[in-house]
């Protein structure tokens, strides 16, 4: 179980190493990437600048690890989010869980990706050519 | 009490947090937005819509009804857009 | 769209590098990595021996991505699974999607990885300890 | 006719693959199962449980009653387990 909220880009198979999915018998690993798109609609995007509320983040994101813990048998798990500036094409999000089962790990990672959305103390503000505006949550 | 502000929330008000004496009477997060309204045109414009806006007691999420006390930190904020 | 059957180890990285995901302006990416367990219920793997019926294979293959393609307004996609003897913690296959929005991803994934299941002709020797036995397909 | 054998099928016949010359009156899956089951005690221990035997003709999944010709390629294995 590991969350991260940093600044840095993160590298997959770095991480992908340290949930050592050989010595936990994990045979399924479901990932998920958030990435900063070109475009939203047809307004190219500059720049997506994220804000973030420090030590209520990271409290959030262990309750949904947590949550998804006593769900479902998960094997390990991993939550990193960035924050700061970023650019088209930059990675925002990392998501992982592994299980001896795959559906286990498709479950366990779309919950967190979902409650991400809700319970997490990020903001987004956009940025295009002419304005910058601050991202509405997605409706449901 | 220290007061938190994030995004649009802070960007009107003008600050990103601020510490202040909580009044008695004001011993709930409704109650706090009211009094805050009332220190400027920036406090009311970000503070008015309040059934958009999110709040938290000590790093949980709260509703508006929510209890608060002096030693509390709030943070007042619009939804939330991670992920 | 790429499908590769190869007797190799695959790098995720460098398979991320080539789907490109800036470019397609992509938000979400759902990766699926399959993975040979140490255990099969209490018995200790010590080899997975993957068959293949080569040109069936990948015919199959680029049907199962195509089907999902069909599905799906999915950017990219990617299929590599492995044949030949491997070892506990070793890497068998890789499914990845990417699309604008991560639901749309998920499902794609998923789908593929379930059709490979069923649909890819892949036959897997266990070697325990004590014996060597074909792996029964799921129930499901 | 090039007729492939994969996994246990494989195993129990001996050899990976064979060339034949079907007979005229081998016209479909089910017809050359039969046949081939003459060909030997390890033939007819692979394929006389035709319930749980796939088959493909020329890379496509096909069933048992599929109609065949002398110069299809034909495979006979058990369910694939593949991912």
Redesign the interface.
Known sequence: MVVKVQKEDF???DE?KLLN???N???????????????NNDLIIKSLE????P??TE?QLETIELEALNKWPINSSLII?RYGKLF??DN??LVMTSS?H?KT??KA??FI?EK??????????EETLNKKY????EKN | MKIIYFSWVRERIGINHEIINLPKDINNIEKLLDFLSHKGSGYKDALSNKKVLKFSVNFEFVDITHKIKNDDEIAIFPPVTGG
């Open positions: 590298d997959i198979a992908l999915l050989k010595k018998n994990s045979g399924g690993c479901v990932i998920f990437i958030g990435k900063v798109r070109e475009k994220i804000e973030h509320y030590i209520m409290k989010h088209p094409g925002i999000v001896a795959r790990s498709f990672t779309e990706v991400l959305k809700t319970k997490a103390t990020f903001w987004k503000l601050w991202l509405k949550p």
